[in-house]
């Protein structure tokens, strides 16, 4: 993937950077080319070098059209819940390495969920103020909205989810408790029936 100057980027973990510029360098004797990024969180800038974007996973941040989508993806009520730690962390750290703003919100929403049940570890609390921090920076930025109306709209939008998440865990438990009393319904008249003949 090419970048050129002033192009808005996200660099995996770190947020989000404008590219500044592209120069030439040599470093312990191997010349190549960098990209001289500008994170906006810290206004540090950083060298990417052009030949390993793809590792580093540095992408293009999104585009205000997708802003809505990021909103409603955070509303929905799907939230993955692993019960094992190990796996769960796994998966949350995997999904904040591949730098995709729709995985963090997915991390987003199943930490925050968590959280509402029981103390998150260290390492998750940190991951979860990252993934918060990652989306509503991206937003921001691209939206060219105050960081304070995005979070008010990101912890809306959580308010959302979890809401419609009790909802479905209500519906399966009522659907339980209906499917258990009909199964014991059933299962007396078969023995009245049995005792009748």
């Known amino acids: 993937m090419k970048f050129k100057a002033g192009d808005k980027v996200i660099y995996p ?22 990209y001289l990024l500008r994170m906006t969180a810290t206004d540090t800038t950083v060298m990417v070098p052009v030949t390993n974007v793809e590792n580093v996973g540095l992408r293009r941040a999104i585009v205000g059209d ?9 509303s929905r009520g799907k939230i993955d819940s692993h019960q094992n730690w190990k796996g769960r962390f796994k998966e949350n750290t995997d999904k904040m390495r591949s730098g995709s703003i729709y995985d963090a919100v997915d991390v987003l929403k199943n930490l925050m969920y968590l959280s509402r049940s029981k103390n998150l570890s260290f390492r998750e609390k ?30 809306s939008a959580l308010e959302k989810c979890f809401a419609a998440k009790k909802r479905a865990i209500a519906r399966r438990e009522k659907a339980a408790k209906t499917a258990k009393s009909t199964a014991r ?13």
């Open 185 to 197: 319904v059933g299962s007396r008249r078969t023995k009245r029936t049995a005792r009748a003949s």
């Open 13 to 34: 973990n770190h947020g989000l950077g404008i590219i500044e510029g592209i120069e030439t360098k040599t470093i312990l004797g191997t010349k190549g080319g960098f």
């Open 66 to 74: 997708e802003i809505e989508g990021l909103f409603s993806q955070l």
């Open 126 to 155: 940190r991951m979860l103020d990252r993934s918060k921090f990652l989306v509503i920076t991206e937003i921001a930025e691209v939206g060219e909205i105050e960081e304070s109306v995005v979070e008010e709209r990101v912890n």
